[in-house]
């Protein structure tokens, strides 16, 4: 059983940064890869990115490349999502989850334990 916590959700100013981390409890952190998903208010919950358990592999959505970042410590059982250049239409409620396995996916299917979210709100 896995527990995810995410934060550092908050309002920014479009161009700003928000940095979202997300604390994992139990052993099997370092043995899966981790992915961010988000979804936006009145739309579906889509990928954002992902990285592989060893941090050798990430993916990223087409929408958040050059932008956003995944990036995960193994001995402090947290992965990071930094978000830079924000936009309005980057306002979402982020989750993040950790996979079956160790290889990153984009697909929600992949994915067994999610956490409860966390809002970021772009203004123009």
């Known amino acids: 059983q896995v527990q995810l916590v995410e934060s550092g959700g908050g309002l920014v100013q479009a161009g700003g940064s928000l940095r979202l981390s997300c604390a994992a409890s139990g052993r099997t952190f370092s043995t899966v890869a981790m992915g961010w998903f988000r979804q936006p208010p009145g739309k579906e919950r889509e990928f954002v990115l992902g990285?592989?358990?060893?941090?050798?592999?990430?993916r990223y959505a087409d929408s958040v490349l050059g932008r956003f970042t995944i990036s995960r410590d193994n001995a402090k059982n947290t992965v990071y999502l930094q978000m830079n250049k924000l936009k309005p239409e980057d306002t979402a409620v982020y989750y993040c989850?950790?996979?079956?396995?160790?290889?990153?996916?984009?697909?929600?299917?992949?994915?067994?334990?999610w956490g409860q979210g966390t809002q970021v709100t772009v203004s123009s």
């Open positions: 989850a950790a996979a079956k396995g160790g290889a990153v996916s984009s697909a929600f299917f992949e994915y067994a334990y």
């Open positions: 990285i592989s358990r060893s941090s050798g592999t990430t």
